[in-house]
């Protein structure tokens, strides 16, 4: 019998091999393919043992799984994930050639852990996680994520790095795999009860994390325990994971973009140059905290009844808290600056924005709003939005049952049942906006895209004696509860060929049902009630930003500024908030995606005396039934408006439709020599739209008549890849390898702008009675695209003790109109090295990628600037059971930058956050 060398064969030697994230087995304990059966001690021994003892042997072993697939992956086992500065799973992938990483989903800006995963240059959408094989149902804890921008992306932040045995990163599809990953599929592999090497295993980790801009230490926990009967033949494992830590961003943000001069405003009249030139809306200081409490576990049973057959039932649940408090205190300038009024001399206009300019304070008779006659002495020259979130949350959680029956020497057949679930939730938004200074002047010089603006105003910005209630507002979505949920039913076969005279080596077959539904269906959008503008209502108490705010943000601007405690802000809308669950019943953000997907694939391997590959075709079937509301009807519309909401009548709409792809691959992998391979893929893969882009939530601003809104009729993404690839095993820890890709994308989801009358809010509720305008909603559309590039990679074992590892991946994408592709940076490299003996190890390591197309917001393009992370690793081993570790996270202390470009006046600042840096320190324990 000739025996395969495969992926999965390499998997089990490993798995078997690696016994817990702090520790491998002894350098002196026997394999435990002694308890393996006779097919599996044949591939152990074709492989050869290997024995994980740390970073050293752990690269050596993912090293060993790249080379033996026969498709393009990456790998890293449980033992790099232990020893690299990395918090989740996606602080580790993100050092791989070709991985980016991003802190965040929708418009909330970044903060200092990694959340979604991309590859090669590509939005996160467009790469699949799976966990074991399956798909994971996931949740946000921000409410943009919930119901405006919702991607299919995983949530990273539910996933800590304690539960898994290894990662594999398929750059490569094959028929075999679960479809949605256009540019790539992300699987984590969790450990299993047969898999450890002693028939009692336990494990446990204590410690705290500290976290220098909050400057508060929080405590840390991780425990697993593993029992298997002596005979192999059934074992239980239990996980849990306990972490919290303090979170504080501090912050500046241009919100609502940048506003045009008319021709006929005061300020132009007064000043002909200033005509048409733009300028910053709302500048203002954003001081964000969070305290985050990760919390879960794992159980897994695991039971052979016979040499042949294998059961497993597996279980997982994390969950997010997610409080938080963001307060922004912002120079309102579009109340004062179409005026003119107290504009001094020395003004600068550049790329049509004006960029410096100082108001000084308005005389008495000037006028700020000609219309109504306000008088700019009583005009609030800004405004403070002070949200509270207690009890925002998200969660995921999977339950699974897999069969793997050995039928013969040739025929394998494996199954699997489970359902899956994420949720996100924000029952509770209290919220105050709040007009100040009036008449107070206000000044501010922009300093770039890299640089917070410096500003400040009139006043007195330490207290809240300056408040103009009436000129604010309360609003926030309550009682949002978002769910994400899956059931699947997989069935997998392999028949094996000894010998073949078309060198097929075996046929992989499979069928696979699942009836995944994403929705949000109740969301209560408040509003002030009773004698809310009252400042005699408004609590007396009230708190400071810290006092190294403005210096940590590297910015010149008012401080420290005041702010209500959450506990006052709850009180407050407990009072003057309006609640009611029919009159404030906010519809826009409703919708509900289910999609029935029904996918076949057949698949054959084959070998030769220096070659392998693959060939197959996957079948998938797609019914979607698409639930959203308008304020119009449409052909897709309930035949009659829903009528009680303030937000206006609305009609519920269900757009139903189906469609079939097939999706072939190929892989070929030829070995020149022992060492040295290369590598061809070419395959057809899909991602289905957004959940947003098809039923997204219609969000508006009655100031600047924008928006943005969804569109069910999208069509599925198309990729055509082809990958290409040469690797040079030149040491047992040492690679070469250079690669380059492309992907040309078929009706790839891009925005474009339409007008659409909607119901103004804002105008409504000054007028009296219903007010219809004219809005530029941004809306998904389909295009084409492509992205092309190249990836290098250079792993070098110095001596027996140190090591380092470098690669590059370069990416180009456009859309058609040469427009961007959301999350292409075209520039990643991550560099590291590390030190390892008996006693120590220790990791250094460098991330950068360069700018990238973040989203859109409103009608501008929004991106983030390029940025470099700075992480190290610490750790000792006091004796055979016990370890201490030190993690320090973004020890350069990155500063996140993100600018809005606009054909009208090109580069601008919009955002900027710096988070500080973390440090963590466990003590690990093993029996």
């Given at each position: 019998m000739?025996?395969?060398r ?6 089990i030697?490993?798995s ?19 308890q ?9 021994k074709?492989?050869?043992q ?8 752990s ?10 697939a ?22 580790t ?20 852990e990694?959340?979604?995963?991309s ?15 399956h ?5 946000d804890w ?6 405006q921008?919702v ?26 795999l679960?479809?949605?990953?256009s540019a ?20 446990a ?14 405590p ?28 504080q961003?501090n912050?500046?943000?241009?919100v ?31 001081f964000?905290?969070?305290t985050r ?21 597996n ?8 409080d ?22 020395g ?20 006028v700020?709003d ?12 800004g ?9 925002a ?9 897999d ?7 040739h ?13 996100g939730?924000s029952p ?10 009036a008449?107070a ?12 603006t ?11 004696s ?12 309550q ?32 069928v ?10 109740s969301?209560?959008a408040?509003?002030?009630?009773g004698?809310w ?13 810290p006092?190294s ?35 404030r ?13 029904t996918a ?9 005396d220096?070659?392998?590959g ?49 999706l ?10 022992d ?7 070419a ?13 997204g ?44 890709y ?9 925005f ?26 941004s809306?998904?559309?389909n ?8 990836e ?21 994408g ?14 990643t490299?991550n ?30 393009t929004f ?5 470099g ?10 004796n ?13 202390n990155?500063?996140l930058k ?8 090109g580069r ?11 440090y ?5 324990f093993?029996?």
């Amino acid at each position: 019998m000739s025996y395969r060398r495969t992926l999965l064969a390499a998997s089990i030697i490993a798995s078997l091999c690696i016994t817990g994230t702090a520790y491998g087995q002894d350098a002196g304990t026997t394999s435990t393919t002694q308890q393996q059966t006779k097919a599996d001690r044949a591939k152990a021994k074709e492989l050869g043992q290997v024995t994980v003892v740390g970073i050293r042997d752990s690269e050596a072993e993912s090293l060993n799984l790249k080379k033996e697939a026969n498709s393009h992956v990456e790998v890293i086992t449980a033992e790099d994930i232990g020893k690299l500065p990395a918090k989740n799973v996606a602080d580790t992938l993100q050092r791989l050639p070709g991985v980016n990483i991003s802190s965040s989903s929708a418009t909330e800006g970044g903060f200092d852990e990694s959340d979604r995963v991309s590859l090669r240059g590509t939005n996160p959408s467009m790469t699949q996680t799976l966990v074991n094989g399956h798909t994971v149902g996931t949740g946000d804890w921000f409410v943009l994520s919930q119901v405006q921008t919702v991607g299919r992306s995983v949530s990273y932040s539910l996933l800590p790095s304690e539960i898994v045995s290894e990662v594999v990163v398929h750059k490569s599809s094959e028929a075999k795999l679960q479809e949605g990953g256009s540019a790539g599929t992300v699987d984590i592999i969790t450990r299993k009860p047969l898999e450890f090497a002693k028939p009692l295993t336990a494990e446990a980790s204590i410690g705290g994390v500290y976290a220098d801009l909050p400057g508060d230490t929080k405590p840390q926990f991780s425990g697993l325990v593993n029992w298997k009967n002596n005979d192999n033949t059934f074992g239980v494992m239990a996980q849990a994971f306990y972490e919290k830590r303090s979170l504080q961003r501090n912050g500046q943000e241009i919100v609502g973009g940048y506003n045009q001069i008319g021709a006929k405003d005061p300020i132009a009249v007064a000043h002909p140059d200033l005509a048409g030139v733009y300028y910053p809306n709302e500048t203002g200081q954003t001081f964000f905290t969070q305290t985050r409490e990760r919390k879960g576990g794992a159980i897994d049973l695991q039971w052979k009844p016979l040499d042949n057959l294998t059961l497993n039932l597996n279980s997982f649940y994390s969950k997010l808290k997610a409080d938080n408090y963001n307060r922004n205190y912002m120079m309102w300038a579009s109340k004062f600056v179409p005026s003119g009024a107290g504009l001094q001399s020395g003004y600068q206009v550049k790329n049509n924005v004006l960029t410096n300019a100082n108001f000084a304070a308005p005389g008495p008779t000037d006028v700020c709003d000609a219309a109504s006659g306000t008088l700019c002495k009583d005009t609030p020259y800004g405004v403070y939005d002070m949200i509270s979130r207690p009890k925002a949350s998200s969660s995921s959680a999977y339950t699974t049952l897999d069969a793997d029956w050995r039928a013969t020497d040739h025929l394998t057949f494996t199954g699997q049942i489970g359902t899956t679930q994420g949720k996100g939730d924000s029952p509770t938004q209290d919220v105050s906006e709040l007009g100040f200074g009036a008449g107070a002047g206000a000044n501010w010089a922009m300093r770039g895209t890299g640089s917070p603006t410096n500003w400040g105003m009139g006043g007195d910005n330490s207290s809240p004696s300056g408040i103009l209630p009436s000129q604010g507002w309360i609003f926030g979505g309550q009682d949002i509860h978002v769910k994400d949920k899956e059931n699947f039913y997989q069935a997998d076969g392999s028949l094996a060929f000894d010998d073949s005279k078309f060198f097929l080596s075996s046929l992989d077959f499979g069928v696979r049902y699942s009836d995944h539904t994403r929705e949000s269906k109740s969301e209560i959008a408040q509003g002030p009630k009773g004698d809310w503008t009252n400042p005699a209502n408004y609590p007396q108490s009230f708190q400071h930003y810290p006092s190294s705010f403005n210096s940590d943000l590297g910015v010149n601007a008012p401080g420290p500024v005041w702010f209500y405690s959450p506990g006052a802000l709850a009180a407050f809308n407990a009072k003057y908030a309006n609640r009611d669950p029919v009159a404030r019943f906010y519809w826009p953000d409703l919708y509900k995606v289910n999609e029935k997907d029904t996918a076949l694939y057949l698949q054959a391997n084959f070998s030769g005396d220096r070659w392998s590959g693959n060939f197959g075709v996957r079948y998938v079937d797609t019914k979607e039934n698409i639930t959203y509301n308008t304020p119009v009807a449409t052909q897709y519309s309930s035949s009659v408006p829903i009528t009680g909401s303030a937000f206006g009548d609305y009609y519920k709409n269900v757009y139903k439709h189906s469609y079939g792809k097939v999706l072939p691959s190929v892989n070929f992998k030829f070995n020149l020599t022992d060492d040295l391979l290369a590598r061809f893929a070419a395959s057809q893969t899909m991602t289905r739209p957004d959940y947003s882009a098809l039923a997204g939530s219609v969000s508006l601003d009655d100031l600047t008549h924008t928006g943005s809104g969804g569109n069910p009729q999208l069509k599925p993404l198309i990729a055509t890849n082809f990958d290409a690839g040469m690797e040079w095993y030149f040491a047992p820890r040492g690679l070469v390898s250079a690669g380059v890709y492309t992907m040309q994308l078929s009706d790839y989801v891009t925005f474009a702008n339409q007008n659409i009358l909607f119901k103004d809010q804002q105008a409504s509720n000054n007028a009296g009675h219903d007010v219809f305008s004219n809005y530029q909603v941004s809306v998904p559309s389909n295009t084409n695209g492509n992205v092309k590039g190249v990836e290098l990679n250079y792993i070098q074992p110095i001596g027996e003790n140190f090591g380092v590892q470098t690669n590059y991946t370069y990416a180009s994408g456009h859309a058609d109109g040469n427009k961007p592709l959301q999350g292409t940076s075209k520039h990643t490299y991550n560099v590291s090295g590390y030190f390892e003996n008996s006693l120590f190890n220790a990791r250094l390591s460098y991330t950068y990628r360069s700018s990238f197309f973040d989203g859109v917001s409103r009608t501008d393009t929004f991106y983030q600037a390029g940025i470099g992370n700075l992480a190290f690793s610490l750790g000792y081993n006091i004796n055979e059971w016990m370890a201490l570790s030190f993690d320090a996270m973004n020890l350069n202390n990155p500063k996140l930058k993100y600018y809005t470009v606009n054909p009208a006046y090109g580069r601008q600042p919009s955002a900027f956050y710096v988070n500080g840096r973390q440090y963590y320190v466990n003590l690990r324990f093993k029996l």
